[in-house]
């Protein structure tokens, strides 16, 4: 029982790392960024990049964060930013660009499957337990990223314009506030963060061209339900992703992958609020 339950929390740590970059750009343009994907394999080739240089992993996680701000940059100017008044178009124009890039990707290291090797080996003695040490590692890394989002969003002057445009775009264009700058270091953000996710989750799969894929449809209905809220976000990936163990352990691990998409829809049926508070 214990495990179960170390497993519903480090997989609701997962899935909040992977959805969390993909929120804020969702709360703030209202729109789906389905090149999300493709910046999580971006994320994970950028560890494959630093183990054939024979360099410690964990600087796959600055060098992430670099080419995933980098890469948000110009999608943000040359792809999205055209299409903010056709936010359908957005969509189309993302989904549309995580395939190339996907490409792209192919074209550099072929499709075969690369293997990372994990930072932290072994198991932890946890709770009268063993358990893995890099999974636990995780959950410290969600609530890390949890409270710089949260120190970011209502601390500095840059997270007061962000929930400004958030709240009232027109009203905070009436005082002064860039919402395009706005945008576009949230669209920045949201991708470094999707590329750093891709890092952190290589030890726990394999990486190839494709992915990133198998990410999106979860962390796209994580965050319907979610609204714009990092608390809500929490909320549903720690229910949402419980279910999905609990049908992956106890029913079969292929429905369980369908787990969070089936209630994710659900719910919003019934409460078209999802999670955020109504």
């Known amino acids: 029982m214990l495990n179960f339950s170390l497993d519903v929390v480090t997989t609701a740590a997962i899935l909040f ?24 394999t971006v994320g994970g080739y950028a560890s494959v990049i630093v183990a054939q ?5 964990w600087w796959s996680l600055p060098f992430s964060l670099a080419i995933g701000f980098a890469l948000g940059m110009f999608v943000e100017r040359f792809v999205v930013r055209p299409l903010y008044a056709r936010p359908l178009d957005a969509i189309l124009a993302t989904w549309g660009l995580g395939i190339i890039v996907g490409q792209i990707i192919t074209l550099a290291f072929g499709r075969g499957v690369q293997m990372v090797d994990s930072p932290v080996n072994g198991a932890l003695h946890f709770l009268g337990t063993e358990y893995s040490a890099y999974r636990l590692i995780l959950v ?5 990223v949890a ?34 700058r706005v945008r576009f270091l949230t669209f920045c953000m949201g991708a470094a963060l999707a590329s750093a996710a891709g890092t952190l989750i290589t030890p726990l799969s394999s990486v190839d061209p494709n992915m990133g894929v198998p990410w999106i449809v979860g962390a796209f209905m994580l965050v319907m339900v979610s609204g714009s809220s990092l608390v ?19 029913v079969n691990p292929v429905l369980g992958g369908l787990t969070i998409a089936v209630l994710a829809a659900l719910l919003l049926r019934l ?8």
């Open 53 to 57: 240089f024979g360099l410690n992993w």
């Open 17 to 40: 790392i992977v959805s969390s970059g993909l929120l804020i750009i969702f709360g703030v343009m209202k729109i789906i960024n389905f090149s999300h994907g493709a910046f999580l």
């Open 140 to 144: 410290g890394v969600a609530l890390v």
């Open 271 to 278: 409460r078209p609020e999802g999670f955020a508070r109504g």
């Open 232 to 250: 809500s976000l929490a909320v549903a990936c720690l229910v949402l992703g419980g279910a999905q163990v609990a049908v992956s352990t106890y």
């Open 147 to 180: 409270l710089a989002l949260g120190a970011l969003l209502n601390g500095t002057r840059l997270g007061l314009q962000t929930r400004a445009v958030i709240m009232n775009e027109a009203l905070a264009r009436g005082l002064g506030i860039s919402s395009a």
